[in-house]
């Protein structure tokens, strides 16, 4: 993918360059209140450690988004348009929700998101689609890539009241059953025609982080008739090598008369307790698979996106974070959580950590959040401080 242009908001200048070549973003992190006893040396020591590759499951490109560019009736390239369909897109990553509240404040941020993005440029990628009776068609297409900038997008969610849903994000296992009509049943796999491609495509559309099995030799174990079960003790053993977040399986079967029905269900590995399940029709195996994406994208963000209008303090207990290094570790990483308000430091033993952070939900939710990332495990019981219940969790990045 080649960019062609590219303008940084607060400039006014156009740079050209290629993707690799693409200055970083700044940040801007949370408010954050620095213990007494942690020398502004010391923190500055210890935020300049902090490794990028440090952050498991972390959709890094969930507010980078690419569209297709429309024109207007004259026939002219219309990117503002195009953009308001990329923040639209952002905004459903971001909350979870398809389709959007339909409030004034979510019409009023797409007619104006240039207050949103921090950088734009054109690109060139092959086209989606080619007529197959005109082989001299283009085959590539132009579309806008945005990067939206972080802050100005928290801002929006939280003044409009919209859920949040992160970066940190599961990662989804798909057994994919496929029953074509006069065709035997199948399980997709990683190498299946164009359907990791469509799957992959819908998945980056909602920020999800999926993968199809690989189907060889310790997979061919489990038959389609296993998934056309459901879950089962055979699934759950196949899924264990991949180490997934969250299992997915969808049987898709095709109609007499082409009509496709999908079957849907999710669950946590090894809880049953936590199953959703759900079926749909659809006109096509593409629409199926769409479905199927958006219904999980639905669920999880209906489980982990941070929704509630008052901000609540929840007392967290930090061991494992015994250097300065580590600690300014764990205060950088805190501050780039979407779902965290504001982080303040109450004391430093330098056996552990002692912080307030402020988010609008539960302290339950927030402590799963935080074990998502793998960055955090969860400790035992803290001891409550100042009356309010506190959480431990074990600090197991950089030190």
Known sequence: MTILGQWGRGTGTQRWFSVESAP????RPSAMKLAPMASLACLAVAVGLWPASARADVVEWLYD?????????????????AAGSALRELLVRMTGLKPLPNTAAVRGAIANPDRYYAQYGFVTRPAARVPEDDPAADATETRLAV???????LDLLRS?????????????????????????????????????????????????????????LPDQALAPADLWGGFGARVDAASRRYDPDVLVVARLHEGREGAWTVDWRLRDPGDRASEARDLSY???????????????????????????????VMQLVVTGADTPPAYGAVLRYLASREYLEQVDVVGWAGTSLELALHARTDASRVRGLLSLGGMFAIGDSGVPSAGQPSAHMVWRGAR
């Open 24 to 27: 970083a973003l700044h940040i």
């Open 65 to 81: 988004v690419d569209v297709a560019v429309g024109t207007t009736a004259s026939g002219e390239v219309d990117p503002r348009r």
């Open 147 to 153: 990067r939206f900038d972080t802050s100005a997008v």
């Open 160 to 216: 409009a009241e919209l859920p949040i849903w992160g970066q940190d994000r599961p990662r989804v296992l798909i057994w994919l059953v496929l029953d074509r009509e006069h065709r035997r049943r199948e399980v997709a796999s990683a190498g299946s025609g164009d359907i990791p491609a469509k799957l992959h495509e819908a998945a980056r559309q909602r920020g999800l982080l999926v993968e199809l099995p690989l189907l060889d």
């Open 282 to 312: 659809a006109a096509d195996e593409t629409e199926s698979l769409r479905w199927a994406i958006d219904r999980t994208a639905d669920e999880l963000g209906r489980r982990l996106a941070v929704t509630g209008t008052s901000t609540d």
